[in-house]
């Protein structure tokens, strides 16, 4: 059908009325001449509108004198009626070639770059590498192999646990994932202290090494030394270094809060589509088929299809759907029970695996049309970790 409508367009069609008594007749008379008309919509009850060939509408003249309908020419589309236009202005025809060449000239670079999923590694560093090895704005895009950039990215960078490199267009997107990398870890032959890496209240305290500076219901700040490898000896002058270990378990506090609408608005869709096809050359479109978008509230489906790979030429399908937007009040106690559920499951994606859950306190509070849900796990885990001494008073 698309194919079709796309070889309709360069051949040009016309957009006809046609008025009678007979309409049906006239349908299936057409239909039996192998005569193609699409897109055809009943304006009133004997009046009716579609699209034909310029080819099927000098063979709609049998069967107009066949059922005694009146037919006339609406509109007329496609590349010949463009053509004759560009004809008679001789210097926009040449400036419309002009510009579909620089279209397609401009669409065969990159342009720009685009990096995801970055965190630790910055924008400028992937850039400058990605400038190392010849990748950059200006550079022809079509000689590029995106496999062996990937390769070299994750070579480049040990960080990266993912990477895609994929061109849209006339823009070059990378995204990528970083690992998580465990700390580091701090010889046995190193002094170091043990530091609260979060704030928390102290349960019990296990020194290995080192000297115990806390002591049990004591809240601690993040940062604040816990067991310290400094141990000072009355008998020699300079304090002695130690490499301290040991465990310092405290309470701490997990919170997560949930804001849900009660009162929400939801799109039902009603069945009815309308569609829209555009010829794009890089950037820019043109639309094969036209017309305002009969639907007040809508949803939008994209659908893109390469005519010929080495260029930037595509057919573009967007589906607008027809949706009515309806209210529903959801339920309070099932909202509740969602809601805490969900929080919970945001608390145990960063909650410790040796860590123990004492307890869990669950609020709710309604502001407005928003459920606030706000859930507080308390657990014991192992908040120490180990820091170097660099200077001796530390």
Same mark, same amino acid.
């Given at each position: 059908m698309l194919a079709i409508k796309i070889w309709n367009y360069f051949r040009g069609y016309v957009i006809i009325r046609v008025e009678g008594l007979t309409l049906e007749k006239f349908l299936n008379l057409a239909l039996n001449k192998d005569i193609y008309l699409w897109d055809i919509e009943r304006i009133e009850y004997t009046v009716i509108e579609g699209k034909v060939s310029l080819e099927g509408f000098k063979a709609l003249k049998e069967v107009v004198k066949a059922v005694g309908c009146r037919v006339y020419i609406v509109d007329k589309r496609g590349f010949p009626f463009l053509l004759g236009k560009i004809k008679k202005r001789k210097m926009f025809g040449i400036g419309f070639i002009i510009f579909i060449a620089l279209i397609i000239f401009l669409s065969s670079f990159i342009w720009s770059i685009e990096i995801s999923?970055?965190?630790?590694?910055?924008?400028?560093?992937?850039?400058?590498?990605?400038?190392?090895?010849?990748?950059?704005?200006?550079?022809?895009?079509?000689?590029?192999?995106? *496999?062996? =950039?990937?390769?070299? $990215?994750?070579? %480049?960078? #040990? @960080?990266?646990?993912?990477?895609?490199?994929?061109?849209? /267009?006339?823009?070059?997107?990378?995204?990528?994932?970083?690992?998580?990398?465990?700390?580091?870890?701090?010889?046995?032959?190193?002094?170091?202290?043990?530091?609260?890496?979060?704030?928390?209240?102290?349960?019990?305290?296990?020194?290995?090494?080192?000297?115990?500076?806390?002591?049990?219901?004591?809240?601690?700040?993040?940062?604040?030394?816990?067991?310290?490898?400094?141990?000072?000896?009355?008998?020699?002058?300079?304090?002695?270094?130690?490499?301290?270990?040991?465990?310092?378990?405290?309470?701490?506090?997990?919170?997560?809060?949930?804001? *849900?609408? =009660?009162?929400?608005? $939801?799109?039902? %869709?009603? #069945? @009815?589509?309308?569609?829209?096809?555009?010829?794009?050359? /890089?950037?820019?479109?043109?639309?094969i088929i036209e017309g305002e978008i009969p639907f007040r509230e809508y949803i939008v489906f994209e659908n893109t299809k390469s005519i010929i790979d080495f260029l930037p030429i595509q057919i573009v399908s967007y589906e607008y759907r027809e949706v009515e937007i309806k209210k529903i009040k959801q339920n309070i106690d099932s909202l509740k029970r969602s809601t805490q559920v969900l929080a919970v499951q945001e608390i145990n994606k960063v909650l410790p695996k040796d860590s123990q859950v004492i307890s869990k306190d669950v609020k709710y509070d309604i502001d407005g049309n928003k459920l606030i849900t706000q859930v507080i796990i308390e657990v014991i885990e192992d908040i120490g970790e180990k820091q170097i001494i660099y200077n001796r008073e530390d």
């Open positions: 999923g970055n965190e630790k590694i910055k924008d400028e560093e992937i850039i400058n590498f990605l400038n190392s090895i010849d990748i950059s704005s200006g550079k022809m895009k079509y000689n590029i192999d995106f *496999e062996n =950039i990937r390769n070299q $990215i994750f070579d %480049e960078f #040990g @960080e990266f646990s993912f990477v895609s490199v994929e061109m849209k /267009g006339t823009k070059l997107f990378i995204d990528v994932k970083e690992q998580d990398l465990p700390p580091e870890k701090i010889d046995t032959k190193t002094p170091c202290n043990i530091v609260a890496k979060k704030k928390g209240v102290i349960k019990k305290v296990i020194a290995k090494n080192g000297k115990n500076i806390v002591e049990e219901g004591q809240v601690v700040e993040k940062g604040q030394v816990l067991i310290t490898g400094i141990i000072k000896d009355e008998s020699i002058e300079e304090n002695i270094l130690v490499h301290s270990d040991g465990e310092v378990l405290a309470l701490t506090r997990y919170a997560y809060t949930m804001e *849900e609408t =009660i009162e929400k608005e $939801i799109k039902e %869709e009603t #069945g @009815e589509v309308y569609t829209r096809k555009e010829l794009k050359f /890089g950037e820019k479109g043109i639309q």
